[in-house]
């Protein structure tokens, strides 16, 4: 990944009301992931035609793209959900004063 080992380890968690619990989506799209990856490593044992394996080839590029994108959709909407749960409702109305969601963590 491109964020480390740790961090990604911590996405696959959420914590709410101190306790750390699976954050499933990410989990399934990470699990997809690595589904896509090890059927290309062992595609090479189920045919030999070149245009199949382009195909496939792009088939799981294609694929592990869409699982990129899903997952981030899924962390920035975890992410979200925490700032908005550390904002108290007393500085809700305050935001529109040019304040933003990050000005209360």
Avoid at 19 to 41: A, M
Avoid at 76 to 101: F, I, Q, W, Y
Wanted: charged share 25%.
């Amino acid at each position: 990944t491109h964020c480390g080992l740790k961090e990604a380890f911590d996405r696959l968690f959420q914590t709410s009301e101190g306790k750390r619990k699976l954050n499933w989506p990410v989990v399934i799209g990470t699990l997809l992931r690595v589904g896509i990856i090890l059927f290309c490593l062992t595609l090479y044992t189920w045919t030999n035609d070149p245009e199949t394996l382009a195909a496939c080839g792009f088939a799981a590029v294609f694929s592990v793209f869409l699982t990129h994108l899903l997952n981030t959709a899924f962390i920035e909407k975890t992410k979200m959900t925490l700032v908005e749960d550390k904002c108290s409702r007393k500085h809700r109305p305050a935001m529109g004063n040019g304040r933003s969601e990050e000005d209360c963590t």
